[in-house]
């Protein structure tokens, strides 16, 4: 996994998006000096079944930032868009040139785009949009003519992404050592504790513990027995 870079912008569609497995990583590059945003489309507003979405949106946001902060991220901003309903386009290529514009990453995370999960399951509208609209707004914010209205807005151009990782792709190019990050990415988890008991009867602790000691040891067997977290990762 490239490792010289200093600021990461992570950009998903949900709250918990980032915390099923991908804050192991984050904790463990927080840990190394590194800075990390979070960007999310929604605020996972329609994601609990039994709870109105007014009263889910501010929940889940809380839930959110707290779990954020226990990987060590501080910055976390909305973008207000429906969740379940996520197009993509120009407007969420916009938004999200907008947001790498603002934050100026060298690195920028999203969640797998693509239609399947490892082939088997279907992946969400939401993800797919989301996850291929920062793939392509990684090149917009550097072009001053695609948007130039965010010019206009005093967000100049940024050409300096160098990589975007998706992760929890089915096709994985790299990965990144977690095991120090694992115990804070299993309590980033358990603050969506609302959404979990939602989710699941199991016990909350039970059910992250379990979900973290999967998603890191998928790939050991290639990273020479490591917990780790994988990515697929694009250059520019």
Known sequence: MPSDWRRALAIVAHPDDLEYGTAAAIATWVDEGREVVYTLATRGEAGIDGLHPDKAAPLREREQRASA???GVTAVEFLDH????????VALRRDLAAAIRR????????????????????????HRAVGRAAIDAAADAGNRWIFPELTEQGLEP??????????ASPHPTHAVAVEEGVERAVASLLEHRTYIEALTDEDP????????????????ARFG????????????
């Open 158 to 167: 940024w050409d300096g992404v160098r990589w975007t990782a998706v992760a």
């Open 69 to 71: 902060a226990a990987v």
């Open 103 to 126: 934050h100026r990453p060298e690195l920028v995370i999203t969640l797998n785009h693509r239609d399947t999960w490892d082939g088997t399951m279907w992946n969400t509208p939401d």
């Open 82 to 89: 429906r969740d379940g309903v996520i197009e993509y386009g």
């Open 225 to 236: 027995g490591r917990r780790a977290v994988s990515f697929e990762v694009f250059t520019r």
């Open 205 to 220: 602790e039970a059910y992250c513990r379990a979900f973290m000691d999967e998603a890191t040891t998928l790939a050991s």
